[in-house]
């Protein structure tokens, strides 16, 4: 019985590439490079710091990967250019299917929460962005256990906050690396697959595959 849903933030509710147009502008012709690796060593830092138990929150180090993304084609960044965009990472947009879904899921009663890597002052702002703060029950960081997802206690504090076994709160997410480590957690796991078809080769299977946030209404019951 699915008591609750917990969605995964960026890139399964926040669309991370809606940055493109403010990098088209600033840098014409370079967008589509700068925004994915900038996602990329976003990323990547995040696992790496928890690997080597060298955290910084996720503001942090979705400022050092979009530096490196800057220099990586050639651009020296000027700190004002840094500020302009890291501002639009708190004005992401939201999926398109988004806000119908939030409001079909929680008209049905079923509890909604976000579990992310952002710090909380970064989720609060997209939260507010997007309208969503009337229609979450809870907004995750895991900023207060200091190590990103897929770490087991990023997910530990999703059941605790929720008061709820891993296996009745089903886990969207359409990061492959995060269906994993839900699915080894315990979570029902549904995945959105917005980038493609091709599942990680981890070892772990989600519970539903789906292609929009509004296929979650039917499973919800």
Do not use: C
């Amino acid at each position: 019985m699915i008591r609750a849903i917990a969605f995964d933030a960026y890139g399964t509710l926040f669309d991370v590439h809606s940055v493109r147009a403010l990098l088209e502008q600033m840098y014409p012709g370079k967008a589509a490079a700068l925004s994915a690796l900038w996602r990329q060593k976003q990323l990547e830092y995040s696992w790496l710091r928890s690997l080597m138990e060298r955290y910084e929150d996720f503001w942090s180090v979705t400022r050092a990967g979009l530096v490196y993304a800057l220099k990586n084609q050639g651009i020296e960044p000027a700190p004002a250019d840094i500020e302009r965009l890291m501002g639009q990472y708190l004005r992401l947009d939201a999926h398109e299917e988004a806000p119908a879904a939030l409001r079909a899921l929680k008209a049905k009663g079923v509890r909604l929460a976000i579990s992310s890597n952002g710090s909380p002052a970064m989720l609060e702002a997209v939260v507010k962005h997007a309208g969503f703060d009337t229609l979450l029950d809870a907004v995750i960081s895991v900023d207060p256990v200091r190590v990103f997802k897929p770490h087991h206690k990023a997910y530990d504090i999703v059941v605790d906050t929720l008061g709820l076994p891993a296996g009745d709160i089903l886990f969207v997410s359409s990061n492959g690396f995060d269906v994993a480590g839900a699915s080894y957690y315990g979570f029902p796991v549904a995945w959105i697959q917005r980038i493609s078809g091709q599942a990680e080769e981890l070892g772990a299977k989600p519970a539903h595959s789906i292609r929009y946030l509004t296929d979650l209404v039917e499973l919800a019951g």
